[in-house]
């Protein structure tokens, strides 16, 4: 599926951004001392623009001194089951490493036949680790956050991470 492609160069382009403010969507609350990053969010609206997708809403935060990131997006595409565009996403991720450079672990997928699941995972891309948490829909709506961290602090940052990647719902 193309739009789970999309996802891929998403985390990319996530890793690799530094910092227009969208409205809110998400309903979620950066930790403490993270501020909105507007080119963050611009560059993942965008790049989910190009894959021909609908955006339903895009934010992103962080904490650029110590190297914290986080960007939540919503978006609609074609649709099928849960467990499949989960397996899809993570093949794309996987079977283009040299392309993305990104490396994937913990894989947790969505019960097959269900109508909804959560998709989790860690990932690894250069200098950045991170986790993705991402609500999959048979309709094809798919919200995801992604936080990730560099070699700055790496405790305090997956810290901060963990609870923001556990209260998306």
Do not use: H
Request: glycine share 12%.
């Amino acid at each position: 599926m193309a739009e789970l492609r999309l996802i891929a160069l998403l985390i990319a382009a996530l890793s690799a951004c530094r910092a227009s403010e969208a409205a809110p969507t998400s309903g979620l609350t950066p930790p403490a001392g993270w501020r909105a990053l507007p080119q963050l969010a611009s560059a993942a609206g965008d790049a989910a623009k190009a894959g021909k997708l609908t955006v339903d809403g895009v934010e992103a935060w962080g904490e650029t001194s110590r190297g914290c990131y986080a960007a939540w997006f919503a978006v609609r595409g074609g649709g099928g089951a849960p467990d499949a565009m989960a397996d899809q996403l993570v093949k794309s991720l996987r079977v283009e490493p040299a392309l993305f450079g990104i490396l994937v672990r913990d894989v947790v997928k969505p019960a097959a036949g269900a109508a909804s699941g959560m998709l989790s995972l860690t990932f690894e891309r250069g200098a950045y680790r991170g986790k993705l948490r991402a609500s999959l829909a048979k309709d094809g709506k798919l919200a995801a956050l992604t936080c990730f961290w560099n070699w700055r602090e790496p405790v305090a940052c997956e810290r901060a991470c963990n609870g923001l990647i556990g209260s998306l719902r």
